[in-house]
Nanobody
Framework: QVQLVESGGGLVQPGGSLRLSCAVS????????IGWFRQAPGKEREGVSC????????YYADSVKGRVTISRDNAKNTVYLQMNSLTPEDTAIYYC?????????????????WGQGTQVTVSS
């Protein structure tokens, strides 16, 4: 059974950092690319970042480039999203998703599988 379970969200002040985790079960990280998309109230779904299954290439949305780093631990079958210099505009529910290609996720699609999401709130 495929599961993607996100954790690490929370309330953080502007300028702060969070590290989100996506624990994957049901397949190994060399099978699907894993990415993150976010959904804020009243806004369209936005692809945030993705890491490819084969060579580990990474992709970032322009809105987060330079502030966010995606990485993976194959031994733990977990993907991480390190977010720094957070602003209120980063407030959203963050979902991790699996797809055959990163292009699916970075263009805002949910991919083939996705998790239940974790809330990130940036506020003073």
């Amino acid at each position: 059974q495929v599961q993607l379970v996100e954790s690490g969200g929370g309330l953080v002040q502007p300028g702060g950092s969070l590290r989100l985790s996506c624990a994957v079960s049901g397949f190994t990280l060399d099978y699907y690319s894993i990415g993150w998309f976010r959904q804020a109230p009243g806004k369209e779904r936005e692809g945030v970042s993705c890491i490819t299954n084969n060579n580990g290439n990474t992709y970032y949305a322009d809105s987060v480039k330079g502030r966010v780093t995606i990485s993976r631990d194959n031994a733990k079958n977990t993907v991480y999203l390190q977010m720094n210099s957070l602003t209120p505009e980063d407030t959203a529910i963050y979902y991790c998703a699996a797809a055959f290609k990163c292009g699916t996720i970075v263009t805002g699609s949910r991919g083939r599988y996705w998790g239940q999401g974790t809330q990130v709130t940036v506020s003073s």
